[in-house]
């Protein structure tokens, strides 16, 4: 297993979950909810200068068949441009039924959607990281893809 903190990203149209690691990697926990538009790269990229984060997982929606979903280009965009913005790597992972997963343990919790809207995309970036970083441990390889900053341009 890599050490590093590693930032984990769930990209929606209107906020963005961010999340991090611990430096050995094993436990995922929430950071913040960045509002998407104007300014949100450049918070993303104070988030990783205060936490010294080594990598950037990006959560890449993806749909149960396994085929790309309206928000698929949208999320490789952004992953793209924070490749761009930060020099770290950042890695696109699958993040299937994250928002579902983070509904769920809000529920769970006693949350209703109503108050929780901001939350649930911090609990959906936890729920992509842990995945990302249990995959590493138990295939002793890093998940993903890596960004291709050259693509798209």
Do not use: C, W, Y
Not at 6 to 22: C, H, M, N, P, T
Not at 35 to 42: E, K, M, N, T
Not at 74 to 101: C, G, K, Q, W
Request: glycine share 10%.
């Amino acid at each position: 297993m890599r050490s590093g903190v590693r930032l984990g990203i769930d990209v929606g149209k209107v906020r963005i979950g961010v999340a991090r690691s611990d430096l050995h990697g094993m436990l995922a926990t929430p950071v913040e909810t960045v509002p998407r538009g104007s300014g949100d790269l450049a918070r993303i990229a104070d988030i990783v200068r205060e936490i010294e984060a080594s990598e950037i997982v990006v959560g890449l929606p993806i749909a149960l068949s396994g085929r790309d979903t309206p928000s698929t280009g949208d999320a490789r965009d952004f992953a793209r441009e924070i490749a761009r913005t930060i020099a770290l790597p950042v890695r696109l992972v699958d993040e299937r039924l994250s928002t579902v997963s983070a509904n769920s343990a809000l529920r769970a919790s006693g949350r209703n959607a109503r108050n929780s809207r901001s939350v649930v995309d911090q609990v959906a970036a936890v729920i992509i990281l842990q995945h990302a970083l249990d995959f590493e441990r138990s295939a002793g390889s890093p998940p993903g893809v890596v960004v291709d900053t050259t693509e798209g341009s």
